[in-house]
Nanobody, 122 residues
Framework: QAQLLESGGGLVQAGGSLRLSCAAS????????MAWYRQTPGKERGFVAA????????RYADSMKGRFTISRNNAKNTAYLQMNSLKPEDTAVYYC???????????????WGQGTQVTVSS
C-alpha cells in the first residue's frame, strides 16, 4: 500500500513558478505509475499529468502542455510537478495519485495524497 504526501503548494503571482513534490512511503514506489490531478470547489478532480514507472513516458492535459513538467526520482520515492507560467485559472488543490495501470482515467488511481493548495494571483 502506498501513502502519498504532497508539498510545495502556496501563493504565487501570475507568470510565476512552483514545484510540487509527492513523497511516497514504502519500497514499491517504482512499481506505480504516478499522476497529478487538480480540483476546484464544485468541480470534479481533473487530470493534469502522468508519468510511467520508469519515467520514460509522460502525458499531459492539453492546457498544461508546455507549461507543466512531471518527473520522478525513484531513488527518492518522489514525484514532482514543475509548474511554470502559472495563470489564475491554475488555482486549485493539487493531488498526486498512484496506480499500477497506465492511464489518465481518474478511476484507475487507487492511492491519493491529501492535496496541496496552489493559488495564483492576478
Amino acid at each position: 500500500q502506498a501513502q502519498l504526501l504532497e508539498s510545495g503548494g502556496g501563493l504565487v503571482q501570475a507568470g510565476g513558478s512552483l514545484r510540487l513534490s509527492c513523497a511516497a512511503s514504502g519500497r514499491t514506489f517504482s512499481t506505480y505509475n504516478m499522476a497529478w490531478y487538480r480540483q476546484t470547489p464544485g468541480k470534479e478532480r481533473g487530470f493534469v499529468a502522468a508519468i510511467t514507472l520508469s519515467g520514460g513516458s509522460t502525458r499531459y492535459a492539453d492546457s498544461m502542455k508546455g507549461r507543466f513538467t512531471i518527473s520522478r526520482n525513484n531513488a527518492k520515492n518522489t514525484a514532482y510537478l514543475q509548474m511554470n507560467s502559472l495563470k489564475p485559472e491554475d488555482t486549485a488543490v493539487y493531488y498526486c495519485a498512484a496506480s499500477r495501470s497506465w492511464s489518465t482515467d481518474f478511476g484507475t488511481y487507487v492511492y491519493w495524497g491529501q492535496g496541496t493548495q496552489v493559488t495564483v494571483s492576478s
